[in-house]
């Protein structure tokens, strides 16, 4: 990796950082990056777990004021988050690389559907919330199902869990934004120790996209909410067709 391409893969790494705080999808960022630097598919997404961690935790810090009185959520639905991410990180390293590589360009064509139908599912969460203030009986499952998918491939699992806190409980949205980076930082920091055992990532894409990470999720936190989210969302559905475009050519 040379110099450029080391400050292409620290920047995506802050842009990822900010965007998980926000939405959740910052993979898209990071994960493009790291095939164009020529990481192959499966260590690029381990190392990408792996990096994304710290900034998945300053994240968390920096919304810490909206978790005061969720000490119950976190622990309930975090042991799921647990189980459903050690699940996605023994499917992508026992799976032949060909799995992953035919089925990650779907996944992220998934992520960008997510992301450009976010308002809708934000304001179908509403009317749900309204209508079942108590949460639904499904939510530790769908918990557990957005750990598998963000522990086999990372990008877009905060929206997945902001649609289900969402129909499931009633809430601020902050205060639920709040939760979903907890459960997103749990499942991250589990597949990283599980890869750290088990896995050979790239040591100097991680160590990138980590320093990167921890700028952009304390600036995402802290300065996220002025961004126009319409623009965001642009932007991060146009890299995550190019990581698809990428992975289809290879």
Same mark, same amino acid.
């Given at each position: 990796m040379n110099t450029w391409e080391a400050l292409a893969v620290l920047l995506a790494g802050a842009g990822a950082g900010a965007i998980n705080t926000l939405v959740g999808s910052g993979t898209l960022f990071t994960f493009p990056v790291l095939?164009?630097?020529?990481?192959?598919?499966?260590?690029? +997404?381990?190392?990408?777990?792996?990096?994304?961690?710290? /900034?998945?935790?300053? /994240?968390?810090?920096?919304y810490r004021r909206e978790l005061a009185g969720q000490r119950s959520r976190v622990l309930r639905l975090g042991a799921m988050s647990l189980l459903g991410a050690l699940t996605g990180a023994t499917l992508?390293?026992?799976?032949? #690389?060909?799995?992953?590589?035919?089925?990650?360009?779907?996944?992220?064509?998934? +992520?960008?559907?997510?992301?450009? $139908?976010?308002?809708?599912?934000?304001?179908?969460?509403? #009317?749900?919330?309204?209508?079942?203030?108590?949460g639904g009986p499904l939510l530790r499952l769908g918990v557990y199902g957005a750990g598998v998918y963000g522990g086999y491939f990372t990008a877009a699992q905060g929206v997945i869990l902001i649609s289900l806190l969402g129909s499931s409980l009633d809430d601020d949205m902050q205060r639920?934004?709040?939760?979903?980076?907890?459960?997103?930082?749990?499942?991250?920091?589990s597949v990283a120790v599980y890869y750290l055992v088990f896995a050979q990532p790239n040591w100097i894409a991680a160590a990138l996209i980590a320093t990167g990470s921890v700028v952009g999720g304390y600036l995402g936190a802290r $300065?996220?909410?002025?961004?126009?989210?319409?623009g965001l969302r642009i932007l991060v559905v146009l890299i995550g067709l190019t990581a698809a475009v990428q992975l289809v050519l290879r």
């Open positions: 095939l164009a630097c020529g990481v192959p598919p499966v260590t690029a +997404a381990i190392s990408n777990s792996i990096g994304l961690t710290p /900034g998945a935790v300053a /994240g968390v810090v920096g992508l390293l026992n799976l032949p #690389e060909k799995v992953f590589t035919s089925v990650a360009p779907v996944l992220i064509l998934l +992520a960008c559907l997510l992301i450009v $139908f976010q308002p809708r599912i934000n304001a179908w969460t509403r #009317e749900r919330r309204a209508a079942r203030p108590n639920l934004n709040a939760l979903k980076n907890v459960l997103a930082s749990i499942v991250n920091a $300065f996220g909410r002025r961004l126009k989210p319409t």
